[in-house]
């Protein structure tokens, strides 16, 4: 069966910092990856989606930038991070755009 | 372009009792739609979708979802409420390469 990672589960981290969240899928191969941000616990953003190794669409320009260096990894970065860059970020997966989307855990971003 | 509506923020309902949480759509084409359960500092879980056919979609947990055309809506819908249902709620339709989710309604469900 199929089973998505991601870490941290939790991170503060002072505004101007760096940041990296990892994402990772196991049990299928060549999915669809996305990166959602997630405010207050309501909306969802779509921040970055990847349909293969080291390609990406950003749908949100801002300070953040996302990679995926093998086929079942999705990274998301950021050289210096921003109050307003708090937030749940949540990872999932699809077989391809039309199918439903899988999620991982989510990380919980505190920018102080 | 595809989007999807959830008019209500907040849904109450009493245990035991029916609910329904709304969502409309609107599309060029037929529409893939979606629910998903978000329960608190956790990812969304997907309960149930339509894609064609059977206009009442059966999903997961005794939920299900009526898809109507000529209302564009897909409401999810529970015959008896439990309190464990209390949650976040959100449809969502499908785009070229990812999908459109709708702004979440939360779901109360009072003892």
């Known amino acids: 069966s199929q089973t998505i990672h991601q870490w941290p589960a939790t991170l503060v981290q002072p505004v101007g910092s760096p940041l990296s969240l990892e994402c990772t899928v196991e049990g299928t191969s060549n999915p669809n990856l996305y990166w959602y941000r997630q405010a207050a616990g309501r909306g969802l953003q779509l921040l970055f989606y990847s349909v293969g190794i080291g390609q990406i669409s950003s749908e949100v320009p801002q300070n953040l930038s996302a990679s995926r260096p093998q086929d079942r990894q999705f990274i998301l970065s950021s050289k210096k991070l921003l109050l307003s860059d708090s937030g749940f970020y949540l990872c999932?997966?699809?077989?391809?755009?039309?199918?439903?989307?899988?999620f991982g855990p989510g990380t919980r971003l505190t920018v102080l | 372009a595809q989007s999807v509506a959830q008019p209500e923020d907040q849904v109450n309902v009493a245990e035991g009792n029916p609910l329904t949480v709304k969502c409309t759509y609107s599309v060029s084409g037929n529409p893939y739609l979606f629910w998903y359960v978000q329960y608190p500092n956790r990812g969304l879980q997907f309960l149930l979708k339509?894609?064609?056919?059977?206009?009442l979609v059966k999903g997961s947990y005794g939920f299900e979802a009526e898809f109507n055309k000529s209302q564009t809506s897909f409401h999810l819908k529970k015959p008896s409420a439990l309190v464990s249902d209390s949650a976040l709620y959100f449809c969502?339709?499908?785009?070229?390469?990812?999908?459109?989710f709708g702004t979440g309604t939360r779901l109360t469900v009072i003892p």
């Open positions: 999932a997966w699809s077989v391809h755009g039309y199918n439903e989307q899988f």
């Open positions: 969502a339709i499908t785009g070229a390469n990812n999908l459109f």
């Open positions: 339509y894609i064609t056919g059977d206009n």
